[in-house]
């Protein structure tokens, strides 16, 4: 007669541990997409720039939060000189956004965006790819023709 009351215990242990071992792997996925993504502040390859990636939108953009000091001046008083159009050129480099458009192309990677470099004023289309080691590849690319550069994590 026992058996009953075993089985109506049992069965609602049973269901809070099922529920427990499927939060945690939720909890666990969760976390491997969060660090499959690469929002957060970066190192330019050469390490003279952070560029800040954030949302906006549905997309992801990114912005210069950092730049080391030029040569014979003070980086936060740099501007966007470069840029092809003349009413642009007072513009700082610090805060200007240099990456947009980007989405999801596949775990671990962004494409559709565009990368604006203030050194020569171009804007190219580009990619992103974030490695296992938490390394950002990120490419300019001119048709079929890319350059790829390596971010490392700054925060």
Excluded: H
Excluded at 31 to 44: D, E, F, I, M
Excluded at 79 to 84: F, G, K, L, M, S
């Amino acid at each position: 007669m026992s058996r009953p009351v075993e089985s109506a215990i049992r069965a609602p242990v049973i269901t809070s541990l099922c529920a427990a071992a499927a939060s945690a792997l939720l909890l666990a996925a969760t976390a491997a997409a969060a660090s499959q993504s690469p929002v957060g502040t970066w190192y330019t390859q050469d390490r003279s720039a952070k560029v800040r990636i954030a949302p906006c939108g549905q997309k992801l953009c990114g912005q210069i939060v950092w730049a080391r000091d030029r040569a014979g001046g003070s980086a936060a008083a740099a501007r966007d000189a470069a840029n092809p159009d003349p009413a642009l050129r007072s513009r700082p480099i610090i805060g200007l956004q240099i990456i947009r458009d980007f989405t999801p192309a596949g775990p671990g990677k962004w494409g559709g965006g565009k990368i604006y470099d203030p050194n020569s004023g171009r804007t190219y289309a580009s990619k992103m790819s974030l490695s296992a080691q938490g390394v950002l590849k990120v490419e300019g690319c001119v048709s079929v023709i890319c350059q790829a550069q390596t971010w490392t994590q700054a925060d």
